[in-house]
């Protein structure tokens, strides 16, 4: 079975941190970009980070950059959004999604073959 898995979601704080991971089931995460969008209540979801399928390339959402950084482990077949310096506005739920191409194009959700189930990040005291 084809799939990718979100975990390390949870609740935080404000100005504490977490890691996400983003693992894959059944196929190669190597030839794929991976995106990591968030999906607010009562909001549209947006695009948050992506990388290259070699890592050499990454992008950031304005409202992340500086305090999001996205990695990958191909031997591990997993990609990584650590999130540092959380904001009430971060709550969201988070999924990766993986788009079969070399370099970060956009957030066009119909660009991406996979999908994860979301995993919610909620920070709040």
């Known amino acids: 079975q084809l799939q990718l898995v979100e975990s390390g979601g949870g609740l935080v704080q404000p100005g504490g941190s977490l890691r996400l991971s983003c693992a894959a089931s059944?196929?190669?995460?190597?030839?794929?970009?991976i995106s990591w969008f968030r999906q607010a209540p009562g909001k549209e979801r947006e695009g948050v980070s992506c990388?290259?399928?070699?890592?050499?390339?990454?992008r950031y959402a304005d409202s992340v950059k500086g305090r999001f950084t996205i990695s990958r482990d191909n031997a591990k077949n997993t990609v990584y959004l650590q999130m540092n310096s959380l904001k009430p506005e971060d709550t969201a739920v988070y999924y990766c999604?993986?788009?079969?191409?070399?370099?970060?194009?956009?957030?066009?959700?119909?660009?991406?073959?996979?999908w994860g189930q979301g995993t919610q990040v909620t920070v709040s005291s």
């Open positions: 999604a993986a788009d079969r191409n070399f370099y970060c194009s956009g957030y066009v959700a119909s660009r991406y073959d996979y």
């Open positions: 990388i290259g399928s070699s890592g050499g390339s990454t």
């Open positions: 059944g196929f190669t995460l190597h030839y794929y970009v």
